[in-house]
């Protein structure tokens, strides 16, 4: 870890504990998980509420997925940084249990089911973007463990446009809602197993055996309320590609791992993960229609698609 963003590198919290902000505390909903956050103070709960909505829930659940205690950090710790014409990341160092994380004015250690967050902002808004930094990475490594997977895509009506920044990703999507497809979001989106047998003896109705696409708050362009909170069975895969004109043509088995694995964020950066995600994009490409899609800005990718990738 390069500490870019630490005054004092060697400072790195070595354990998860300090001094918290207060005694509120939440659940937040993702890919079907309750993350808990705790050690809040009241403007930071707000915060909270205000970005994830009907995902946030009162803390009374048993079943929590990970708890993130939230830690008082001062000011001074943290490099102040210009950021105009400045695309933001974090700082992340991977383990075996987990990863380390510094950004703006955070810093982070996590484990699978435990996270400690330090941060110098209470700011509604800012803290929301603070804890998101943490989530996003935790949510990987999680879905990654658990059998899905975390990708930058686009997800409309059970198709996955996978690409990263400017490959087209909102504007796909913008197509889509143009018309009338439920899009799930344009930036992030979770592929999750289904184990038919394990819905069927918990007597919820289920889908086949495979993959689907779970909603996450993670969008780029779009609004949050323009996407969809429904599930959708995964239909197929395609890379997108601008072009002229629409088309859509055939990708290879291994092309689409090398897809899924481009556009895994945080656990494509860490070596050891490597095999398992290796594995797992193997997995989703091996049962899942595949393709590559080019499209005009202005254009209508879904008669091609409906054609090609439709019903058979």
């Known amino acids: 870890m390069t500490h870019q963003f ?4 060697a400072l790195f ?7 918290t902000w ?3 505390r939440c659940d937040v909903e993702l890919a079907g998980e309750l993350f808990r956050i705790e050690g809040l103070s009241s403007l930071q709960l707000r915060g909270l509420a205000e970005r994830y909505g009907a995902r946030l829930q009162p803390s009374h659940a048993t079943n929590v997925a990970a708890t993130l205690q939230v830690f008082r950090a001062p000011v001074s710790d943290f490099v102040e940084i210009d950021t105009r014409g400045w695309e933001y990341w974090v700082d992340l160092q991977w383990s075996e249990s987990g990863f380390a994380l510094s950004g703006m004015r955070v810093m982070a250690r996590a484990e699978l089911d435990r996270a400690g967050i330090w941060t110098s902002v209470e700011e509604p808004a800012e803290f929301s973007g603070v804890v998101e930094n943490v989530l996003r990475p935790l949510l990987a490594a999680r879905l990654l463990a658990n059998g899905g997977l975390l990708v930058h895509s686009a997800a409309a009506d059970g198709y996955l446009f996978a690409g990263r920044s400017g490959a087209g990703k909102s504007t796909v999507a913008r197509l889509a809602l143009d018309a009338g497809r439920a899009v799930l979001s344009d930036d992030l989106n979770a592929i999750m197993r289904v184990d038919a047998s394990a819905e069927r003896r918990r007597g919820t109705p289920a889908l086949p055996s495979g993959f689907l696409l779970e909603p996450l708050p993670f969008t780029g362009d779009l609004e949050e309320r323009e996407t969809s909170r429904t599930q959708t069975r995964l239909r197929a895969i395609l890379a997108l ?3 002229d004109a629409e ?4 990708m290879s088995l291994a092309d689409t791992v090398s897809l899924l694995v481009r556009c895994a964020p945080y656990v494509n950066q860490d070596p050891a993960r ?3 995600l290796l594995e797992r994009a193997s997995e989703i490409a091996h049962g899942t229609r595949r393709g590559v899609i080019a499209f005009r800005r202005d254009g209508d990718v879904w008669p091609i698609l409906d054609a090609g990738f439709g019903s058979r």
Do not use: D, N
């Not at 919290?13 to 001094?19: L, Q, S, V």
């Not at 088309?247 to 055939?250: G, L």
């Open 6 to 9: 630490l005054r004092e590198p």
């Open 13 to 19: 919290p070595a354990r998860m504990a300090g001094e």
């Open 22 to 24: 207060g005694s509120e």
């Open 241 to 243: 590609e601008k072009s």
């Open 247 to 250: 088309s859509v043509r055939a």
């Open 274 to 276: 490597l095999p398992l």
